[in-house]
């Protein structure tokens, strides 16, 4: 596609239900990116993918948090018994930088999902 | 650790007039920089980039910004505002050659500009 697609765009969820969230980057892009941004903030890093490895997953707030990305294309958050303090609107983003390489080194973002915890 | 600072959380200019909002990083290593704008309800849109060469970069809707690796700052800058600047302003940046490839974001400052 021309962008990076999220689905679903809302989603509404009682607490201790899970959720999965989508993530389609644009084509050929290596790299993927999750952040968790809350109301006015700055999006908070989550997790980092190059192709289907998962280089970094440092900014996971705890172990209910789970991402995937098998195939190196689309990936998946997965967030395990949600609390309400999981409300907030998660962003994916993809670019085609690698580890080293120029080029088009930025980021393009998802509309996001906005997940709501009653 | 990467780590990026936004001191301002609000800069109101009136329409016409020069604006900057400002920017201060810390990375080990040549930094990659970037701004991005968010519209209400919008996804965050990419404006610029500095990567290498000079240090003064343009961007979309007439921005631009310059890194000043001295000060480690990139100040994002416009010589006549326009009310349809009005939005949330982020700088990010990242290390990509080294361990830490991700793209951090400053908390942001939100643009308004006043007819």
């Known amino acids: 596609g021309a962008g990076v697609s999220q689905s679903p765009r809302y989603k509404v969820a009682k607490r201790g239900q899970d959720v999965a969230l989508r993530c389609d980057p644009i084509?050929?892009?290596?790299?993927l990116f999750w952040y968790q941004q809350a109301l006015g903030q700055g999006p908070e890093f989550l997790t980092y993918f190059q192709n289907e490895a998962q280089l970094d997953k440092s900014g996971l707030p705890s172990d209910r948090f789970f991402a995937e990305r098998p195939e190196g294309s689309v990936s998946t958050l997965k967030i395990q018994r949600t609390q309400q303090e999981d409300s907030a609107v998660y962003l994916c983003?993809?670019?085609?930088?690698?580890?080293?390489?120029?080029?088009?080194?930025?980021?393009?973002f998802g509309q996001g999902t906005r997940l709501t915890v009653v | 650790a990467q780590s990026v600072a936004q001191p301002e959380d609000q800069v109101n200019v009136a329409e016409g007039n020069p604006l900057t909002v400002k920017c201060t990083y810390s990375?080990?290593?040549?930094?990659?920089l970037f701004w991005y704008v968010q519209y209400p309800n919008r996804g965050l849109q990419f404006l610029l980039k500095?990567?290498?060469?000079?240090?003064l970069v343009k961007g979309s809707y007439g921005f631009e910004a310059e890194f000043n690796k001295s000060q480690t700052s990139f100040h994002l800058k416009k010589p006549s505002a326009l009310v349809s600047d009005s939005a949330l302003y982020f700088c990010?940046?990242?290390?990509?050659?080294?361990?830490?490839?991700?793209?951090?974001f400053g908390s942001g400052t939100r643009l308004s500009i006043r007819p």
């Open positions: 500095y990567i290498t060469g000079d240090n």
């Open positions: 990375v080990s290593g040549n930094p990659y």
């Open positions: 990010a940046v990242s290390a990509p050659y080294s361990s830490a490839s991700k793209i951090i």
């Open positions: 084509s050929g892009h290596v790299s």
């Open positions: 983003a993809s670019s085609l930088l690698a580890r080293s390489g120029t080029g088009n080194t930025e980021a393009f």
